[in-house]
């Protein structure tokens, strides 16, 4: 594949190859030595080891720079907990059957985040008081999961320990002992457990919980030590070079910021800098998390993950408050942006995450988002927690993002088990940013093995902003011949938008409730108007509509252009 002529004085052109197997990873001895370090949890052992010598004070209470959600915190004031569409009694927690993610929000006790955020401390320390009884009463004295990940004690320990006005101001010495016992517990079973938390965020997670345990606590510079070379290592096999997550999904990068950002506030605190890591992991995934961002400020939908809101994204972005523009090129993290004019376009040129993060991971290779200012035009269906499992699944396949789907198949297998199979291996990609239009070209092998095509996807972008002139290709190769196989382009439309096809069935012209109005064109195939659904921030499924060009591919290889542009 050769790079697009440029355009213009001063246009770069970079190319590169992608592979799925290009990821940090977890060796098979890792692997052993974990899996024994979690069943060493459960012997005489390991409780012996978590009695430890002397109760535990805090020698400060650092502040949380993330704002909570208020409506979360006022459904707290009325006794009941709500998070991705489950509302649940306090009196009901411990019955357990919630979803895992309202588990976590529970375990977690990022609650505790949006509590504050709805009341005054007055009013919140009986409901977070009742709340930590009933937890200590089930999960302090007995190891065991999901209360014991190590992953969310490291969140516990953040929470507990900025909030511990709340959950301490009460004159029940013995209560306040419990509370701080049940601290010094968990933050032993972190000092041997935090590696075995998954790769990625979640050991992220739980070595920043034994740092902060290091910081806070009495005599815990060897701890705060050990954490920091816990977390350098684990952050090595989380990020990529230019800052994304493995797991590629936005809405994780986002809670990676959150996560460093309440992090650095231990440090500030206790008056020290962040460790090296640290501070180079929250300068990186910065940039990374604001050019996931589409016209709204809101994130794009990807890897199973929704359009988290613009206010979080802007809470999150302005706690840090580090300068690092954006990176539109992530060439890890595999996601492109252009931005000409007022006009958004978000493509996913990279593999899937790699197989040990693949469940819950999309098969949207290829796939583009794009907005006009604040309006969303193109958009994935998206994703997020609290769904029914057969709509997860759905949500998944490749015929729910913006891109092509040959043979109704996926371009990267889904198993039942949630994992990803056999598909695309490798994506091959080239960018120009001229003074007349910005372009993408990228191809993917997904298709090559089953099929015989390759599918090759051109995005030029003009530089006003005014038109997104789109190209898809299938090319003959690898061993197997290629045959006459049926195809389907999948636009999948924001909700809201009114849509008129054509007389001449080769277009549609798009009205949003807000904004300009554009008109779709391609020269191939016949278009349809099919249902679609599209996840919103609040994880609430609504109808949408997709435009769908269908056609044969041809064995010799197939081209479809088609174009968005602005009318008015």
Not at 267 to 279: D, I, L, Q, T
Not at 413 to 419: E, Q
Not at 446 to 457: C, P, T
Request: charged share 20%; net charge positive; aromatic share 6%.
């Amino acid at each position: 594949m050769t790079d697009e002529p440029g355009s213009g004085d001063g246009e770069r052109s970079d190319k590169r190859q992608l592979r799925a197997g290009e990821r940090p990873g977890t060796s098979l001895t890792e692997k052993l030595g974990h899996g024994l370090k979690r069943l060493s949890w459960r012997t005489p052992v390991h409780k012996l080891r978590l009695r430890g010598r002397y109760p535990l004070q805090l020698l400060d209470v650092p502040a949380d720079p993330i704002p909570g959600n208020v409506a979360a915190g006022r459904a707290l004031l009325e006794q009941r907990m709500v998070v991705a569409g489950e509302s649940i009694a306090f009196d009901a927690l411990d019955r357990g059957g919630f979803s895992p993610a309202f588990a976590e929000y529970w375990q977690s006790f990022a609650w505790l985040r949006d509590l504050a955020a709805a009341t005054d401390r007055r009013t919140a320390t009986p409901i977070a008081d009742g709340l930590m009884r009933q937890w200590l009463a089930v999960h302090a004295r007995t190891v065991s999961e999901p209360a014991w990940r190590p992953d969310l004690w490291g969140r516990r320990i953040l929470f507990w320990t900025a909030y511990a006005p709340i959950l301490l101001d009460t004159q029940d010495a013995d209560y306040r002992k419990a509370v701080l016992n049940a601290l010094a517990r968990g933050a032993r079973h972190l000092d041997g457990a935090a590696d075995t938390a998954p790769q990625g965020l979640p050991r992220v997670m739980a070595w920043a919980g034994v740092i902060a345990a290091g910081l806070l606590f009495p005599g815990g510079d060897l701890r705060a030590a050990h954490g920091e070379a816990g977390i350098t290592r684990a952050l090595a096999l989380a990020v990529h070079v230019d800052g994304g997550l493995i797991s590629r999904a936005p809405v994780e990068q986002l809670a990676l910021v959150e996560l460093l950002a309440q992090l650095r506030g231990v440090y500030e605190v206790r008056a020290r800098p962040p460790s090296g890591a640290v501070a180079l992991a929250l300068a990186n995934a910065v940039p990374v998390l604001a050019s996931a961002t589409l016209g709204d400020g809101a994130l794009s939908s990807w890897q199973g993950g929704g359009p988290a809101s613009a206010a979080r994204v802007a809470a999150a972005l302005a706690a840090i408050s580090v300068r690092g523009g954006t990176r539109d090129d992530a060439r890890d993290w595999g996601y492109q942006r252009l931005v000409c004019g007022k006009t958004r376009v978000i493509m996913d040129a990279a593999p899937p995450p790699a197989a040990a993060l693949s469940r819950g991971a999309c098969a949207s290779t290829l796939a583009f988002e794009m907005s006009d200012g604040a309006q969303r035009l193109v958009v994935n269906c998206g994703g997020g927690p609290g769904l029914p499992a057969d709509l997860v699944k759905g949500l998944r396949t490749t015929a729910a993002h913006s891109t092509l789907v040959l043979a109704e198949t996926n371009s990267t297998a889904l198993h039942p088990d949630g994992t990803m199979g056999r598909g695309v291996t490798q994506v091959e990609m080239s960018r120009n940013d001229g003074a007349e239009a910005s372009r993408i070209e990228a191809s993917h092998d997904g298709y090559v093995k089953r099929f015989g095509f390759s599918h090759v996807r051109r995005l030029s972008l003009t530089a006003d902003g005014r038109a997104l002139e789109g190209e898809d290709r299938l090319l003959p190769s690898g061993r197997k011949k290629a045959a006459p196989t049926p195809l389907s382009l999948w636009f999948h439309l924001a909700p809201g938008i009114e849509t008129v096809l054509t007389t001449d069935g080769q277009g549609a012209l798009l009205r949003p409730s807000s904004g300009a109005g554009w008109q779709f064109r391609t020269r191939a195939g016949s278009l349809s108007l099919e249902d679609s659904l599209w996840v919103d921030g609040a994880g609430r499924p609504r109808a949408s509509k997709a435009l769908v060009v269908a056609l044969d591919a041809a064995e010799g290889g197939t081209t479809i252009p088609w174009s968005f542009r602005r009318v008015s």
